[in-house]
């Protein structure tokens, strides 16, 4: 620093922090036009860049609000969760059979590693005195790499997703109240095969969904409870003909009720 000069910051990670004293430059106030105090110049503008790109991104929200959906509900045994839009491009590369399987673990752990080590030491890996893109070879083209392959992943994965539809299907059901009627011919049936995994007051558990709401008939209850679906097994129900038209008929008059 020379005399009346005053002290100079620089934005620039090329400069190491320790340096031998014939590697020591000139002052950077001797090279007019190529450097910039950090302070107000530097900083000003990256918080005019950073301003800039706040607003177009709350314009984006307030034009295109997120299908958000409903709140969780650990009782859904068949909802599918997504991660949230930054994280899709790791979701979608965890469906390449070289990600996927038994290699489920490189997609995991081990590519996502060196992708992102790789950007980490791109500043090692191309220090070089140049500024413009094409002096600084290796870091451009591995930040290019690198932004390509997060939005093609992103923009592939969400493409599959119809994101309104799904926020429509997994609205919160509000909870219902209804009165039980245990003295119906059919409680005791329920109360049987049905109860333990579907709840005393039909609500539905961790282990099987909610009866009430449901869009099936009469015939289609009575065959899952025969048959099953899904993670239900089949025979769960074990009486006879007459108390299955029982038991269906509770859990049609129960929803029935709900539905007043």
């Known amino acids: 620093m020379h005399k009346g000069k005053g002290m ?18 000139k002052d950077y106030s001797e090279y007019p036009g190529r450097t910039e105090a950090f302070w107000p110049n530097f900083l000003l503008k990256e918080w005019l860049v950073g ?5 177009g991104f709350l314009c984006l929200t307030l034009a295109h609000p997120s299908p958000l959906e409903g709140m969780a509900d650990p009782t859904n045994a068949a909802y599918i969760p997504l991660p949230d839009w930054y994280f ?15 290699y489920v673990l490189l997609g995991m752990i081990g590519l996502p590693g060196l992708a992102f080590g790789a950007l980490l030491l791109a500043p090692f890996l191309d220090n070089g005195p140049g500024r413009r893109p094409h002096q600084r070879p290796i870091a451009v083209i591995m930040m290019l790499l690198a932004l390509v392959s997060v939005v093609w992943l992103t923009y592939t994965s969400a493409s599959h997703v119809n ?3 799904r926020a429509e299907m997994n609205k919160p059901i509000p909870p219902t109240e ?12 329920y109360e049987t095969s049905c109860l333990q995994c579907h709840g005393d007051a039909l609500q539905g558990s961790s282990a099987a969904p909610a009866l009430i709401g449901t869009e099936h008939t009469a015939e289609e209850i ?22 299955l038209e029982q038991l269906v008929d509770f859990i049609i008059s129960v929803n ?5």
């Open 88 to 102: 899709l491009f790791l979701y979608e590369l965890l469906k390449y059979e070289f990600a996927s399987g038994p």
């Open 256 to 260: 029935e009720q709900a539905a007043e």
């Open 222 to 243: 009575a065959t899952i409870a025969k048959e099953g679906i899904g993670s239900m097994p089949a025979n769960m129900f074990t009486g006879t003909e007459e108390e």
């Open 8 to 25: 100079k910051f620089v934005g620039d990670s090329r400069v190491p922090a320790e340096r031998k004293a014939s590697q020591i430059p």
């Open 163 to 165: 994101w309104e539809e």
């Open 51 to 55: 301003a800039v790109f706040l607003v």
């Open 178 to 189: 209804v009165e039980i009627d245990t003295s119906h011919e059919g409680f005791a049936a």
